[in-house]
């Protein structure tokens, strides 16, 4: 398997594979397809694996993209790609899902992340190993529910005290509380069907509904037992939910969705980054490191400035919240990369283009700053 001269290696998955394997994908023969779609670009190129001790990744030839610079429709040609691999790997194998977009240099490169991550990667597979992801949405009518609300004895109330002729800040603070009894219904609701959920789930989490017309949004890892009962269960709640529908607010209709198998995106998927030189070299800059730097000199170099900075103490200062705000992204920053590098860790250009970043990340953290996170060096020895 050849890769174009100047193209990288487009990442999938992680998967528990001794030796090579290439993937038959099936493409959708759905009029969608076109020599500018991601289909022609990874799929046709061919899907395969790069193995190490027992790991593989699955890889296919691809152009360095920055997609999130590409159009809404062509990111869409990209993601079904993308789906299209990770389902066809995951009916032989183990999977670790790597997080869309994600691009390494070369197979050596590839390599070098399987020999970083074996002791992150193995214990995950092994988790996972004959578990899969569902989707449960519950979604509600939810006109029928605001207008039962508004005839609710606290919206009136208040409604009849700010009268006719209420004000901008007199109606916010009645969508408000509108909002606030759709919340609680929505709580109501939710607390009679996630215990039955987790009955049949080894792990669950509970993401916030996309819009109001959405009571419930979970993702359920499960084992084989497991999905056979989240059938049943699911068939139960919405016969249940039909039965008492007069006591529903507003007598709305409940409606159950469930989304699987699914490889399991939402409890551990593979975030992999590398970082700009540019951005490394004026991070170190900023705190007035030399080219080499252990953990310790780049902390002290950022107490020491923010010291000269910090607006607590120096509230005079014009500027002070923006410097501090600059010198603790750029600590942030160094700290990440030399927990990912070499001991003490090197800011020269070629340094930082072979240091990769690598976070397993949960559904739950994939915008929150305590994500876990393990860091890989992939420096040359």
Request: glycine share 4%.
């Amino acid at each position: 398997m050849t890769k174009t001269e100047g193209s990288g290696l487009f990442l999938y998955a992680i998967i528990l594979c001794q030796g090579d394997r290439v993937f038959d994908v099936e493409i959708p023969d759905d009029g969608c397809r076109g020599d500018d779609l991601i289909f022609d670009d990874l799929i046709d190129r061919g899907v395969y694996t790069i193995s190490h001790n027992g790991l593989a990744a699955v890889v296919s030839p691809a152009s360095q993209v920055d997609y999130s610079s590409l159009k809404r429709e062509k990111i869409a040609h990209y993601l079904l790609a993308h789906q299209r691999v990770v389902e066809t790997v995951m009916q032989d194998f183990p999977i670790l899902p790597v997080r869309f977009g994600a691009v390494l240099a070369d197979a050596q490169q590839v390599v070098r992340l399987l020999q970083q991550g074996e002791s992150i990667f193995h214990p995950l597979l092994e988790r996972f190993k004959d578990k899969i992801q569902f989707e449960v949405a519950v979604i509600w009518d939810v006109q029928p529910v605001i207008q039962a609300i508004a005839q609710t004895e606290p919206v009136c109330q208040l409604k009849a005290q700010f009268g006719a002729e209420a004000t901008v800040s007199q109606r916010i603070e009645l969508g408000q509380l509108v909002k606030a009894i759709l919340e609680s219904s929505r709580s109501s609701l939710q607390n009679i069907i996630l215990p039955v959920l987790s009955q049949t789930a080894i792990e669950m989490i509970v993401n916030p509904p996309m819009d109001d017309s959405m009571v419930l949004n979970a993702a359920l890892l499960v084992d084989s037992t497991g999905r056979l009962a989240l059938e049943k269960h699911l068939d139960e709640l919405d016969a249940s939910f039909i039965r008492y529908k007069d006591q529903l607010p507003g007598q709305t209709n409940l409606t159950f969705r469930c989304v699987g198998p699914l490889p399991p995106y939402s409890f551990a998927t593979v975030d992999v980054q590398s970082i700009p030189f540019e951005i490394i070299d004026e991070a170190r800059r900023s705190l007035g490191l030399a080219e080499t730097a252990a953990s310790a000199e780049i902390k002290n170099a950022y107490h020491q400035k923010a010291a000269q900075v910090h607006p607590d103490h120096h509230p005079n200062l014009p500027d002070a919240e923006q410097q501090m705000t600059a010198l603790t992204k750029a600590y942030q920053l160094l700290t990440a990369y030399s927990n990912a590098s070499l001991q003490p860790c090197q800011f020269n250009q070629a340094a930082v283009e072979q240091t990769l970043l690598i976070k397993i990340q949960r559904q739950a953290d994939f915008e929150s700053p305590e994500s876990q996170q393990s860091h890989v060096s992939l420096q040359t020895a």
